[in-house]
């Protein structure tokens, strides 16, 4: 299985402050790599598809970068809403796997 | 705008068979592949498994030996069996479509459903 290390597990910001988020792979992935936001129990919800393919009606202070190996998810100015746990998905190879989360809090 | 709505029973005990649905509102249900994904309370996600439209499946190797994925084309829905459980199956389960790019084979996980806590306890 293909592993996805996520980093960090949990960071403390500000609004406003720029936060991003990274993800290795354990081999490369060309660019199947997704991003998801979840808010507490609630289900995750796609952000970032392809490595860096804004979904529909999401932010465009937003933004996912990388290719290979290492990916990063970027919030550009980061606002209330967004206080959330992202998780990476890579989808290259079957069993599909997720980074471990990082969970995004308020300083 | 389609939407996944489930259901199942959300305590069981040890040894016992989970079983839960997923109804497919809104879209077309041909021509998809359809997922189960679970989350441990507090942790991360792992996909349990897949069903195209015609019926193929893909497991993941670590529970391919309990996992049952199947279609009801008429009523829109597929199921999720899990046999033999036990507190380790403990998590919140989630029915997910995966929308797949033809051209490129690039693919993702939306929607997802509402998502069914499932507990295993004697």
């Known amino acids: 299985d293909i592993q996805m290390t996520q980093s960090p597990s949990s960071l403390s910001a500000s609004v406003g402050d720029r936060v991003t988020i990274t993800c290795r792979a354990s081999?490369?992935?060309?660019?199947?790599i997704n991003w998801y936001q979840q808010k507490p129990g609630k289900a995750p919800k796609i952000v970032i598809s392809?490595?860096?393919r804004l979904e529909s009606g999401v932010p465009s202070r937003f933004s996912g970068s990388g290719s290979g190996t290492d990916f990063t998810l970027t919030i550009s100015s980061l606002q209330p809403e967004d206080f959330a746990t992202y998780f990476c998905?890579?989808?290259?190879?079957?069993?599909?796997?997720f980074g471990g989360g990082t969970k995004v809090e308020i300083k | 705008q389609v939407q996944l709505q489930q259901w199942g029973a959300g305590l069981l005990k040890p040894s016992e068979t989970l079983s839960l649905t997923c109804a497919v509102y809104?879209?077309?249900?041909?021509?998809?592949?359809w997922s189960w994904i679970r989350q441990p309370p507090g942790k991360g996600l792992e996909w349990i498994g897949e069903?195209?439209?015609?019926?193929?499946?893909n497991y993941n190797p670590s529970l391919k030996s309990r996992v049952t994925i199947s279609l009801d084309t008429p009523k829109n829905q597929f199921s999720l069996n899990l046999s033999s459980v036990t507190a380790a199956d403990t998590a919140v389960y989630y029915c997910?479509?995966?929308?797949?790019?033809?051209?490129?084979?690039?693919?993702?996980?939306?929607?997802w459903g509402q998502g069914t806590l499932v507990t295993v306890s004697s």
């Open positions: 997910v479509r995966m929308k797949v790019v033809l051209i490129t084979g690039v693919n993702w996980f939306d929607p």
């Open positions: 809104g879209g077309s249900f041909s021509g998809h592949y």
């Open positions: 069903i195209k439209h015609g019926g193929g499946t």
């Open positions: 081999q490369i992935i060309s660019s199947y």
């Open positions: 392809a490595a860096s």
């Open positions: 998905q890579q989808s290259y190879s079957s069993p599909s796997t």
